[in-house]
Every structure is written in C-alpha cells, then in structure tokens.
C-alpha cells in the first residue's frame, strides 16, 4: 500500500493517477474531501499532517509514505508510519534547503526527521513548480493580465507531473546499487535509498516568457505587468508566512548559480527529459479561458 499525502495537490493528484494506473494499491490523504473522483481502486483518507494521530489509520499495513512538508511535528509522522509498517518514504522538500538554508529551516527540519527515522528515504528537493502559474488565473481569465515581479529573470521551473513520475518511480523502485542521480545514493535498501535529488524543467523560462506560453496556449494575448517587489511582497504576504515570502523574492529576484541550473535527476531517473513550461500550459489552458 502507498500512502499519498497531499493527495489533491498538483503533485499528488498525478502520483495517485500514476500509481493507481499501474495498478498498485493506493491511499490518498488529504484535508479536505477530493473535488474530483478518485481513480477506481483508490480509497481517501481525510487526515491532516498538523495532526499526526490523524494518520494512523491509513498508516495501517502501508509499505510506503509520499510524505510533504506540512504541519509542525515530521517525528511523530515518521514514528506512526514506521509503526503501521511503512519502511520507505519519499520527502517532498524544496531547492531552497540546499540553496538558502537559512530561510528554507521548515523543509530543512522535515529532511532531517526523515534521516534520523530508520526508514529507507530518498529526498525530492524540488524547484520552482509550473502550476504555480495557476496564481495567475483569475487576472487572465478576467482582463487577459499576469503580474509578477522580477520579470526577466529566468529559472527552470518544473512540471509537477514530471515531479509526481519521480516520486512514483521512487515509491515503486526495488533493490540495487545507487543511481548516481542524487546525492547520498546508495545506503543500502532500492536503488534511491538515500539520495536527495534536485527537480527542475528543462531550461529557465521568465515571468515575461511563462506568460508568453501562456497566451499561446490560450491563443489569445497576454499583457505582463512587472510588478515592484514591494507590490509582490504584499500580494503574497496574504497566502504565504513573512520568511517564505523572503525566501521566495529572493530566488525569484537574485537567483544564485545553482538556483539557475538545470538538473539532470529527472532524465536520469526517467529516462527522458523533463517537459518544457509550453507543455505545463498547453494541458492547464482550461484554467486560463
């Protein structure tokens, strides 16, 4: 049985449909009651991870976790899957660990339970997601507009289906020698156990240029508006706590080297190379007309 946490995100809906297509076991966990049907086989659990005992029970003869980075406590997570039977788990984390730990401690502490938990572990430090874009809807929809600051400055934002295709690979992998992908590969156990792999698209794409793709998806015109980085730090202050928005200006604004480079985990794990953003938007036009 793999339990999927975050399971109507953008990357956890894709893990259950890749998983349940193949036929595996599945439980999707989640805080709300899905919007859309499950795939067939597919049994929901309604649990939040600030609230670990509210787990347990689809912890229960699980074989493995798709752990996010969400409430406050990853020990008592780890310790009930570890009870329930789970013996891996995959942490989805963030570049931002590896890049600027000082402003990504949450993740941080998230990766380090799950080192300390026993259980054999692999790590997707995943950047920039695609459908982050979905911020965008409402203004293109209503005036054919997307504001964002920094909107030059290009980084290579990832599909979360391509993330999601990781994981399941992941999740579903037996035993052998390390991958070489990753770092830390090869502690014994499937042939990630250990590793922490980076997650990126296949080139950097700016603001200015996701809008462009956008509009082409949608084929009508998009205008870009730049935004200051005063006006988008408000705007995300209303979504998102002070030191994640610092964290995020930052890489958007003042991206270092290894926040700008693509990784090759995902080709490498794959066998094929990581979707573009035009891709990304061609699927998520209904969201935008």
């Known amino acids: 049985m793999f339990v999927i946490t975050g399971a109507t995100g953008n990357v956890g809906s894709e893990l259950v449909r890749i998983l349940a ?16 049907a499950l795939p067939e086989g597919v049994r929901h659990h309604r649990a939040d991870l600030a609230e670990p005992q509210s787990l347990r029970p689809a912890l229960e003869g699980a074989g493995a976790l798709f752990l996010l980075v969400a409430g406050e406590d990853p020990r008592s997570v780890l310790e009930l ?4 039977g789970v013996r891996r788990v995959v942490l989805l984390s963030s570049q931002g660990v590896g ?14 339970a799950v080192r300390r938990s026993g259980l054999e572990r692999t790590v997707l430090r995943s950047g920039g997601l695609d459908s982050n874009a979905f911020a965008w809807a409402g203004s293109i929809r209503a005036h054919r507009t997307a504001a964002a600051p920094f909107g030059d400055v290009g980084l290579p934002v990832v599909d979360p289906a391509d993330v999601a295709e990781v994981a399941a690979a992941v999740l579903r992998s037996g035993g052998g020698a390390g991958t070489g992908a990753g770092t830390g590969a090869g502690i014994g156990g499937g042939p990630h156990a250990g590793a922490t792999y980076e997650l990126t698209g296949p080139v950097p794409v700016t603001p200015r240029e996701r809008a462009e793709a956008i509009a082409g998806a949608i084929g009508e015109p998009v205008r870009f508006v730049e935004q200051s980085p005063e006006e988008a730090r408000a705007q995300m202050l209303t979504f998102m706590p002070e030191p994640a928005v610092e964290g995020t200006l930052a890489i958007l604004g003042a991206p270092v080297a290894a926040e700008r480079a693509v990784s090759p985990a995902v ?5 094929r190379a990581p979707r573009p953003f035009a891709a990304w938007a061609d699927r998520a036009a209904p969201a935008f007309r």
């Not at 439980?27 to 899905?34: F, H, I, K, L, Y």
């Not at 890049?99 to 380090?112: I, K, N, W």
């Open 267 to 271: 080709e490498r794990i794959l066998g």
């Open 21 to 36: 297509a193949a036929g595996e076991p599945v439980t999707a966990v989640s805080r709300r009651a899905p919007e859309h």
């Open 99 to 112: 890049t600027r730990p000082e402003q990504y401690r949450h993740p941080a502490a998230f990766e380090e």
């Open 81 to 84: 899957a570890a009870a329930g």
